[in-house]
């Protein structure tokens, strides 16, 4: 301890004869000093870096419809070591898609596409300037080569460390470890995983509720959209359950009931000429499975008619969708 208080007041010390002195070796030496009392404070605190360049492994990226970037596939590097990236923009996920994506033009996969080339052509030394970013990294000593199609595995038992980006592309803080003992345990570091990304996800949207007022949405669009999906005649009863959708101009809502079912969300939106895709934002009450829908659901409006599209709907159900998806009836609120 008595050791640790010299090394910051020998810091302190250099800074102040930084100011006064104009040499560049004299500052030089001052930085250094600093440099080495921060990182004697980490040492203190427990908290561990990285400087290695993760980034430089990162390829492949595939964004979805509500602005969060993760790996297409599994990633190795050249020397097997294994990689999953996660990049949501600092502005929040949904916000900042919204603005990238207005003026582009075409199907929602060549948007996709062209914001996707956009985050690959920003300098990595840049990209933690406007993008949190996280890397679960396993080392090359937990994978093994096997071949051409599928160069490399990760071998069991492993340990996957979680990184988030400080600056540049060599200075990570290191969040998390997950071990895994056996091949039992892989579907749990998996789990690990997608609860980190959707609660990233989540922290992230929520910014645009926190500093947007109303939603961007047309108050054409505002009503309380209901359909009835049944699955029939179940142990002697009718079943099956209630949607409803409600839109108003600083809330959207989703929530079902009935056999089986039960779950209410908040949701945030993108509107799209004739169409609105429906993110979940928050998770309220019942089954929290919306959370790991994106989108959770898209509304469509065509000739004065509506229709609905979501994972919620599973093909168990006897109601049949139309081409656009499965009818659904709007009143006013």
Known sequence: MKRLILIIAGGLIALNSCREKTGKQNCGQANENAALVAEKKDLVAGNQYSKKDYLAALEDICVEDNGVFKNCDELFGQDGSAYFFLIIPKAGAQTWYEAASKDLKGPTYERNDSLKAKIQNIDKDKLSKDFDVWVFYTDKKYTKHV??????????????????????????????TFNVNNDNEVQKEIQWRDDFINKATQQSNQKRKNDAAPLAVSAAWNGKYSAYFSYGDIAGQNAGWALDINITSSKITASGEGYQMAFSDELSVIERASELVLTHSKHISGYPSGQKMNPEFILIKDDGKFYIKSRWISEDVITKPAALGY???????
């Not at 599928?150 to 998390?176: Q, V």
Request: charged share 25%.
């Open 327 to 333: 009818p659904i009836d709007k009143a006013d609120l």
């Open 147 to 176: 071949g051409m199609d599928a160069a490399y595995n990760i071998i069991n038992p492993h340990t996957t460390e979680l990184y988030y980006l400080r600056s540049g592309k060599n200075n990570w803080k290191k969040l998390e």
